[in-house]
């Protein structure tokens, strides 16, 4: 079974500053996504960034890239240039080929707060 | 573009009452659908998917059903609701196939008194 696991439930940064948020996954599979979701006060789910697994260059949206250690089994986030509107709950998951239900897996969560 | 909407977007109901949110999707076709709940504090715990009309898979057996009587909607329900049954529900919409990200609607707060 896969499972995703993000070992921080809580971080801080300063505004401006540069965060990392972790995440394992564990998976037997070959092919698979990888995605980092953000949940905002609001709580809708915003799509941050995905990253396939057979790509070895990480994926990068503007202040959001990946660190994707794909023999390690690790997906960590970093945003760069923090800013308030990005406090929010992140959330990491993992989908795989196979079947057409498209079913993610996802962490519990780390809550991030950016301070002024 | 697609859009995807759920109601009402807050909902407070008494214990043994029915059940019913609704999820619809606009500027796709053939969507796979999903139902989640996220009780306060805590990660997202798949309820229901659907690959297509009137086909439904459970996750977590419980006193919810869904049901698709559209290609585009999705419906939540429940005959009779528990006090556990309150959280955060949230509908999803993905492409399937080669493509697994998901597009979450606004969600609903539902409270059980």
């Known amino acids: 079974a896969q499972t995703v696991t993000q070992s921080q439930p809580e971080m801080s940064v300063q505004e401006a500053e540069t965060v990392t948020l972790s995440c394992t996954y564990d998976?037997?599979?070959?092919?698979?996504?990888l995605f980092w979701y953000k949940q905002p006060p609001s709580r809708q789910m915003i799509l941050v960034i995905r990253?396939?697994?057979?790509?070895?260059q990480n994926a990068t949206e503007n202040r959001f890239s990946v660190n994707f250690q794909k023999a390690a089994k690790s997906f960590s986030l970093k945003i760069s240039d923090s800013q308030l509107g990005d406090t929010a709950m992140y959330f990491c998951?993992?989908?795989?080929?196979?079947?057409?239900?498209?079913?993610?897996?996802f962490g519990k969560g780390t809550k991030l707060s950016v301070k002024p | 573009s697609q859009t995807i909407h759920q109601w009402p977007a807050t909902l407070v109901q008494p214990v043994g009452s029915p059940l019913s949110l609704e999820c619809t999707v606009e500027?796709?076709?053939?969507?796979?659908l999903y139902w989640y709940r996220q009780a306060a504090g805590r990660g997202l715990q798949l309820l229901f998917y659907?690959?297509?009309?009137?086909?439904i898979s459970s996750e977590v057996p419980q006193n919810l059903s869904a049901s698709r009587p559209q290609d585009r909607q999705f419906i939540l329900s429940s005959k009779k609701l528990l006090l556990s049954d309150s959280g955060f529900y949230l509908c999803?919409?993905?492409?399937?196939?080669?493509?697994?990200?998901?597009?979450f609607g606004p969600g609903t707060r539902l409270t059980v008194t």
């Open positions: 999803a919409w993905g492409k399937g196939g080669r493509s697994y990200e998901q597009y």
């Open positions: 659907s690959i297509g009309i009137d086909q």
């Open positions: 990253q396939e697994a057979y790509k070895q």
């Open positions: 998951a993992s989908g795989h080929y196979g079947g057409s239900q498209g079913n993610l897996i």
């Open positions: 500027g796709t076709s053939n969507p796979n």
């Open positions: 998976t037997s599979e070959n092919n698979y996504y």
